[in-house]
């Protein structure tokens, strides 16, 4: 249950596609109604414009009251803490002059308005109502004192997209680029992380490796094909998400190393994790060494399976032992173990991204009170 389970006020929402937009209304964390799908129109600013509109207010009426506040994810680059949109938008052309659209919206409903990267709404719903409640809950019935307040986001589809929550707050940045697709890929020098991660990651490196190019080919069928259910090469296909973890892994090292918290991962593809997590973890637990010869691991930390029982259990049991006070018979607990967790999300990708949105837009109409 998140922080805003219980709360009565109503938040319009969107999940902003190049094809389609889909507009809905939340309340406690909770979908009111069916949401609105409208064709987006996104090579009309006008046009995308009026569609945005005509969404938010079939929203608000099936809602049946006035909402105190719009917030939902749409693509960057743009400055987020000001509403603005502009850059190269592939999938929002019209967009690229930049356009004001928070303002916008605020001036069309009379709200506030929050846009936000999709990858930190993921992380914040996650945060707040997701895998860290739930983990520390965990921890916490297990007897451990060990709780966790940051936690990395990662979302797995056709991008590669991250969000950092340090400390209960989201970690916006101060140019609104908190980004991981750019970092460059382990095995393949020159080349950006997105390329070894994404879902054409796996499209091409079966390809590669089978020598059967078909373009139709889905991650899912190619996990059938690795399952055995799909006719075509198995260890190519097991082969594609073994890689894919691997350049994940050692890309979500650097962050896990900077930021110190747990690590969730979300999206459609996280469906082949039986596949994808044994690699990714091998990288996070790599080593690296010194110019004179000694072996340190990649992270300081020890990076357990979360959703291994018995990954878990070593992770809530730690280290801890009684240490005495110096000149007293007086004991304190000293747990020297330095760990995180890696774990697949439990309510997906689409649900923490709309509790981040719900969540963040209460967060601050409480903050401005």
């Known amino acids: 249950m998140g922080r805003y389970a219980k709360d009565t006020r109503t938040v319009l929402t969107l999940d902003a596609g190049g094809t ?27 046009l995308c414009l009026d569609t945005m509109v005509r969404g938010f207010r079939s929203a608000a009426e099936r809602a049946g009251g006035a909402p105190s506040a719009i917030s939902f994810a749409f693509p960057g680059p743009a400055d987020y803490p000001n509403g603005i949109i502009g850059g190269y938008l592939p999938n929002f052309p019209s967009f690229r002059d930049g356009v ?3 303002p916008f919206l605020a001036e069309t409903f009379g709200v506030p308005v929050f846009i ?11 945060a707040l109502g997701g895998v860290l409640p739930e983990i520390n809950r965990r921890l916490s019935e297990t007897g451990s004192a060990k709780q966790y307040r940051n936690l990395i986001g990662y979302t797995f589809g056709t991008g590669f997209g991250i969000g950092c929550v340090i400390d209960g707050k989201l970690n916006r940045g101060d140019n609104s680029c908190v980004e991981t697709f750019c970092l460059p890929h382990s095995l393949k020098p ?117 959703d291994d029982p018995a990954e878990f259990a070593a992770f809530a049991r730690g280290e ?5 006070i110096h000149g007293t018979e007086k004991t304190v607990t000293y ?22 949105a719900y969540d963040f837009a209460l967060d601050q109409l409480d903050r401005t009170r």
């Open 100 to 102: 004001a659209l928070g």
């Open 190 to 306: 020159g080349i950006i992380v997105e390329d070894g991660v994404a879902v054409r990651a796996v499209k091409r490196v079966y390809a590669e490796r089978s020598g059967i190019d078909d373009p139709d080919l889905t991650p899912k069928d190619i996990f059938d094909i690795a399952e055995g259910k799909r006719p075509g090469n198995a260890d190519a296909a097991r082969a594609s998400f073994e890689e894919m973890g691997t350049v994940a892994g050692e890309a979500m090292a650097l962050a896990a190393q900077l930021v110190d918290g747990l690590v969730v991962i979300g999206g459609g593809i996280t469906a082949s994790a039986k596949y994808i997590l044994p690699s990714l973890l091998k990288a996070m637990r790599g080593t690296v060494r010194t110019l004179s010869g000694d072996v340190i691991g990649k992270l300081q930390m020890q990076v357990y399976n979360l």
């Open 320 to 324: 801890a032992r009684e240490i005495r």
């Open 335 to 356: 747990d020297p173990q330095k760990r995180i967790g890696v774990t697949i999300s439990k309510i997906g990708a689409s649900k923490a991204i709309s509790i981040g």
């Open 116 to 126: 936000n990267n999709d990858g930190d709404l993921y992380a914040y719903g996650e």
């Open 20 to 46: 389609n937009m889909v507009f809905g209304a939340m309340c406690g964390e909770e979908y009111i109604g069916e949401p609105l799908t409208l064709p987006s129109r996104a090579d009309d600013l006008d």
